[in-house]
């Protein structure tokens, strides 16, 4: 079992940025796809960013050039970096372990909010 703890969600102005943070719970921690999601109240939950154990990355369309993802293995730690903040970036936001073999070992946090507005 991994356990996931995200921080630094908040309040934030339109423009502005935040940084957030997953701590996991596992010596195997490097071996694992990380993840964050989002989910805004009345919509599906959305993959955000995601970077593998080389360190490869993917982005959702919305955010691309806005956030980055990034991971330092040494403290089993996931970042989100979310410059120029939309209000349409509110969501809880959620990390994700995924092991890139076995479907079955699949872990979330308990999400982060953030909000964006004046």
């Known amino acids: 079992q991994v356990q996931l703890v995200e921080s630094g969600g908040g309040l934030v102005q339109p423009g502005g940025s935040l940084k957030l943070r997953c701590v996991a719970s596992t010596s195997g921690f490097k071996i694992y796809v990380m993840c964050w999601y989002r989910q805004a109240p009345g919509n599906q939950h959305e993959l955000v960013a995601d970077i593998d154990t080389d360190g490869r990355t993917t982005y959702e369309d919305s955010v691309k050039g806005r956030f980055t993802i990034s991971r330092d293995n040494a403290r089993n730690t996931v970042y989100l970096q979310m410059n120029s903040l939309k209000p349409e970036d509110t969501a809880v936001y959620y990390c994700?372990?995924?092991?890139?073999?076995?479907?079955?070992?699949?872990?979330w946090g308990q999400g982060t909010q953030v909000t964006v507005s004046l």
């Open positions: 994700n372990a995924r092991h890139p073999v076995i479907r079955f070992y699949n872990y």
